[in-house]
């Protein structure tokens, strides 16, 4: 059984820079695809990226698109997220999430598997 730990948040000024890890346990990750979600409180769960089982197809979210890069180690059983160029409409709370098969979706209901999240502030 796939499980999903996500790390690396924090409190960040704008203009400043985060890598996001997802790290997985009880299963090989390599015949997962994976995305990256953010969700403010009362606001639906966007997509930000996501990264087929092979890692040649990725996808990105418009308002992140040339700000952020995702990656994966399978080796590690790692999903990385590096953000750059943050801002305060950046905040909130980042989910990973894993879907067997090698279809990169940007959708969430897509997603079986999700980690619990970590907080992303950007503030001044």
């Known amino acids: 059984q796939l499980e999903l730990v996500e790390s690396g948040g924090g409190l960040v000024q704008p203009g400043g820079s985060l890598r996001l890890s997802c790290v997985a346990s009880?299963?090989?990750?390599?015949?997962?695809?994976v995305g990256w979600f953010r969700q403010v409180p009362g606001n639906e769960r966007e997509a930000v990226s996501s990264?087929?089982?092979?890692?040649?197809?990725?996808n990105y979210g418009d308002s992140v698109k040339g700000r952020f890069t995702i990656s994966r180690d399978d080796m590690k059983k790692t999903v990385y997220l590096q953000m750059h160029s943050l801002q305060p409409w950046d905040t909130g709370m980042y989910f990973c999430?894993?879907?067997?098969?090698?279809?990169?979706?940007?959708?969430?209901?897509?997603?079986?598997?999700w980690g619990p999240g970590t907080q992303v502030s950007v503030s001044s």
């Open positions: 999430a894993a879907r067997r098969g090698h279809w990169a979706s940007l959708k969430h209901y897509d997603y079986d598997i």
């Open positions: 009880g299963s090989f990750l390599d015949s997962y695809a």
């Open positions: 990264i087929s089982s092979t890692g040649g197809t990725i």
